[in-house]
């Protein structure tokens, strides 16, 4: 589920998650599902302890993972169950600035993913807007 209930607290050097079940979209099915699951196991309330991502791990974190990298767009479909996939875009992007990726959080260009709609967990993500990369980093080529 994705929400843009991050608070950068930059006196305390953190990057707070703040729960609020309200702005979830339940008109969806999936996520109403997960809220009343959660509400039957937690509540909705805020989460106690809230969690965070301290800047000193994160920026160790980021600067191994994010610091130059490519970003593919494609079309995709599937035939005969088999998935094909026709590449449209390749960029690469290298320079990344923390202090960048602290501004975008406040923007709210970055915003968090809780990958779990499959009912099997694939991890935390920071997700930026499409075509902010330059608000990121100091250097995108497009190859092709």
Known sequence: MRTRSLSLDRL?????????????????????SWLMSV?????????????????????????????????????????????????????????FSFDNFLSCIERGTIFIDFDARTHHNHGTKFRIKQGFWKELYSEVNQLF
Do not use: H
Request: with cysteine.
């Open 12 to 32: 305390r050097r953190k990057i707070r998650f703040v729960f609020d079940s309200t702005k979830a979209d339940s008109s969806d099915s999936e996520v109403y």
């Open 39 to 95: 509400d039957s196991r937690v509540g909705l309330n805020p989460f106690n302890p809230e969690p965070y991502w301290g800047f000193d791990d994160l920026r160790d974190l980021m600067g191994e993972k994010a610091r130059n990298c490519f970003y593919v767009i494609a079309d995709s479909k599937i035939e005969k169950g088999r998935e094909y996939f026709s590449y449209r875009s390749l960029l690469m992007l290298s320079g």
